[in-house]
């Protein structure tokens, strides 16, 4: 994935995920607390993984659009 996406600074994206669905070594942040993480600014150009994707989640509540949501978004695109 870092290859095929280059690790840009100042970049907007505030993660970027390499998801396989497996947990086997999928994680980047396992050294980092739950409230490190909670308190973590994104992660920007660095490439994470599945179990980073799980934690980030649950800690920092990514929203979930809704099918009319995104029917409402695109129209406007």
Avoid: A, Q
């Avoid at 497996?22 to 980092?32: A, T, W, Y």
């Avoid at 992660?43 to 994707?53: I, R």
């Amino acid at each position: 994935m870092e290859n095929s996406l280059p690790s840009i600074e100042n970049t907007e994206l505030h993660y970027i995920f390499d998801m396989k669905g497996s947990s086997i070594n999928r994680e980047v942040l396992k050294g980092i607390s739950t409230d490190e993480l909670i308190k973590m600014e994104p992660t920007g150009g660095e490439t994470l993984k599945d179990l980073d994707y799980v934690r980030l989640n649950e800690n920092k509540n990514f929203f979930n659009m809704r099918t009319l949501d995104t029917k409402t978004l695109l129209k406007h695109i």
